[in-house]
């Protein structure tokens, strides 16, 4: 018998409640006794029945004074009513279809109700209530996070006679010392309270240990993935002169530009590795810093690696750089999933012997065959869209390499410091200079013809437009709607400029070919799924008009909108959308009401609450079960010194009282990411 068994060794789970479990995440024994209740219901505290809140939830406790037998509504609806009073105010409770239930309760004995109270202030009633003897202890009952077809009931079933059958094999992750000084409870204690609390200290008691166990557990994971870059650095910059690149420069750096540069050159030059986050909104420059700081390695001997997040990205930064370095006598390469062996073998040959200075790339860069002669610097654009895991494989490619992360995404500072550990930040405040504020209108579909013809009118003044639409479904269908939008484009006024759809199914040999036809402006119209949602630079496009706009988060309509704005005209933003929602009225209006990257971030944040935006999955980070990057911040922070003294006393966590500790910093990766810890 061990935790990790199936959930079919349980009684009444055969091969399709299985695959019911499966979708909640949940294969084995061990996964259902750590699938925590996602809410309470709490009868602990009744209220009076005077006093409840009518149309919400709560517990009564109360004496059954009267019960009425059947009542046939129709065929397959009957109801049954029993009459409770708390010897103060009276209530109807109604039951519907159950017979048993009905049975099971005693005139002139006591019993807890939970539900919501309808009806008027005298005549009180209660549907369907959750109905629990007076005597039961438990009367704080688990709400799991359900799938059809598996019921609250089942799965409190299940985990009952897990907890039973295999408690015992429960053994604890914490060492008994560190439990003690923290004055955490047991493992066995904690589980079994999550699921079936015996009082609110108990639940208490039991959370606190699951968030800390599971926020410590995090720590050493950052902190092991981290090691590498902490230790000192042979690569140190020391001969840098940027005025040869300065001098290509078609336009002056921004204060926010020179600054973030000079900041990261200071670093390089000291003996241990730079970790800095470069963040600035859309359109801020922040490739330029990453070519300036590219240039200096070159200068001093070490090769770059730039790692963005999609492949039209990869190719528009290694145009970017090849046309700011090459002319200096850097040479650039591109690395790609989409090369040919050929191509492919050519080029990792050049970068191992060092030929190429710079090689820019997606995550194929991160694949085993990939060596560098001397990586001193690695640079990850939008990182968001990297897990960790990945950052630190392109890292350990080279011999403590300096780190530089770009970001349009404000993120919290403790956020930060999670992810990366101690890291320094550089802001880029302002755009460059010259730049007009987008406009931004949200207008219901029936003014679409009228913004076509505005749309029109900017591409007979010569400039460029991206269409975006969000299409629902994916693969095949996604090229049938995304043609079938074409044709209804060209059957506007619009039809007499060139114009393409750009989606995921194209190959990336095509999405190349139409993204530097976009470029070069032989195509005017770019119909676009969001492939184009980070970080692509098309200067003279200057109308974005998104179809569905209510099916974006607000802070990918930034991004989106900062595909325009990028050159000397005025540029447009236009969100179409018909859905008539709080949520998304509210998005709308703070789109058009500012273009503040920090502020949209903040209101994304209220919109859609912690959880949401703190994705971990979005910054590459495993999901929580219990902890809250929010609410738990004092106890990240314990977490954090504590794991800091575990790794200062057994680095890599192989001391036996810490062998619970590391099997389950391998299972936490293990979960989101594939290269896990090694
Ligand atoms: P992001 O910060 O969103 O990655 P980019 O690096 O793509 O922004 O830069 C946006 C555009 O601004 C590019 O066309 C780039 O050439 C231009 N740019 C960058 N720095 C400056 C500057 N200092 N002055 C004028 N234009 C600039
Ligand atoms: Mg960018």
Redesign the pocket.
């Known amino acids: 018998m061990k935790l990790s068994d199936s959930v079919e060794a349980l009684r009444g789970v055969g091969g399709r409640r299985a695959a019911l479990y499966r979708k909640l995440g949940i294969s084995s024994i061990y996964d259902l006794l750590t699938f925590y209740p996602r809410d309470y219901l709490d009868l602990s505290n009744p209220v009076p029945i005077r006093e409840a809140e009518l149309g919400e939830p709560c517990a009564i406790r109360a004496r059954v004074y009267r019960k009425q037998g059947e009542q046939r509504i129709r065929k397959g609806l009957s109801l049954f009513r029993v009459y409770v009073t708390d010897e103060e105010t009276n209530l109807t409770i109604t039951i519907f279809n159950s017979q048993f239930q009905f049975d099971s309760l005693e005139e002139g004995e006591e019993y807890y109700f939970y539900g919501k109270i309808t009806g008027t202030l005298l005549r009180r009633e209660m549907n369907s209530p959750l109905i629990i003897p007076a005597e039961e202890q438990a009367l704080i009952r688990p709400v799991y996070s359900l799938t059809e077809g598996l019921s609250n009931k089942l799965v409190q079933g299940n985990v009952k006679e897990a907890l039973e059958v295999w408690g015992d094999r429960l053994s604890d992750p914490i060492p008994f010392d560190l439990r003690q000084r923290e004055k955490l409870c047991q493992l066995r204690y904690a589980i079994e309270n999550i699921h079936f609390p015996e009082n609110k200290e108990a639940l208490r008691l039991a959370r606190e240990r699951l968030i800390f166990e599971e926020l410590l557990v995090l720590q050493l994971g950052m902190f092991l993935l981290r090691r590498k870059n902490r230790r000192e650095t042979g690569i140190r910059l020391q001969d840098t002169d940027l005025s040869a690149f300065l001098e290509l420069l078609p ?4 204060v926010g ?1 020179s600054a973030a540069i000079a900041d990261s050159l200071a670093d390089m030059a000291r003996p241990v590795p730079m970790n800095r986050l470069v963040q ?9 810093v990453a070519a300036a700081l590219c240039y200096a390695c070159h200068q001093n001997g070490y090769q770059a690696a730039v790692m963005a997040p999609t492949q039209i990205l990869a190719d528009q930064h290694f145009a ?1 750089f090849s046309r700011r370095l090459e002319p200096l006598g850097v040479k650039c390469g591109l690395l790609t999933g989409s090369q040919t062996a050929k191509q492919r073998k050519a080029l990792l040959e050049e970068v191992r012997e060092g030929r190429i200075s710079v090689v820019i790339g997606t995550h194929a860069l991160v694949q085993e065959d990939v060596a560098f002669a001397s990586l001193g610097l690695v640079v990850t ?1 939008e990182q968001h869209r990297f897990g960790v895991a990945q950052r630190a494989a392109l890292a350990s490619k080279g011999q403590d390499p300096h780190l530089l992360v ?1 970001s ?1 995404t404000p993120i919290p500072r403790t956020l930060a410091l999670m992810i990366y550990g101690d890291l320094d930040v550089s802001v ?1 405040r302002e755009l ?3 730049r007009k504020p987008i406009q931004t209108k949200a207008i219901p579909s029936e003014k679409r013809p009228r913004a076509l013809g505005f749309l029109k009118k900017q591409l007979e003044e010569g400039r460029q437009a991206y269409i975006v639409c969000p299409l629902i479904e994916e693969g095949e269908n996604e090229l049938v709607s995304a043609s079938a939008y074409l044709e209804q484009l060209q059957r506007t006024p619009l039809a007499e400029y060139p114009m393409a759809v750009l989606h995921g199914r194209l190959k990336p040999k095509e999405k190349d070919r139409l993204m530097s036809a976009f470029q070069s402006g032989e195509i005017r119209i770019l119909i676009a799924t969001t492939v184009v949602e980070v ?1 692509v ?1 098309v ?1 003279n496009a200057n109308v974005m008009l998104i179809e569905n706009a209510e099916r974006f988060g607000l802070s990918q309509l930034h991004q989106l909108r ?1 595909r325009v704005g ?1 050159g000397s005209w005025q540029s447009y933003c236009i969100l179409i959308s018909d859905h008539e929602g709080e949520e998304n009225r509210k998005r709308l209006e703070v789109m058009t009401e500012t273009s503040d990257g920090f502020r949209i971030a903040e209101e994304d944040l209220k919109l859609r609450g912690p959880g949401d935006f703190f994705g971990f999955r979005q910054h590459g980070l495993p999901a929580l079960k219990v902890a809250n990057l929010v609410e738990d911040l004092a106890v990240l922070r314990r977490a954090q010194q504590i794991a800091e003294e575990l790794l200062a006393g057994d680095e890599g966590l192989s001391q036996p009282e810490h062998r619970g500790l590391r099997v389950m910093v391998r299972r936490l990766f293990a979960r989101n990411e594939q290269t896990a810890l090694n």
């Open positions: 336009f002056e750096l921004t530009q600035g909104d859309v359109g801020s420059g922040k490739t330029m970017t654009d770009m349009a880029i460059p200079k010259g970080g630079d200067p900062g990028r």
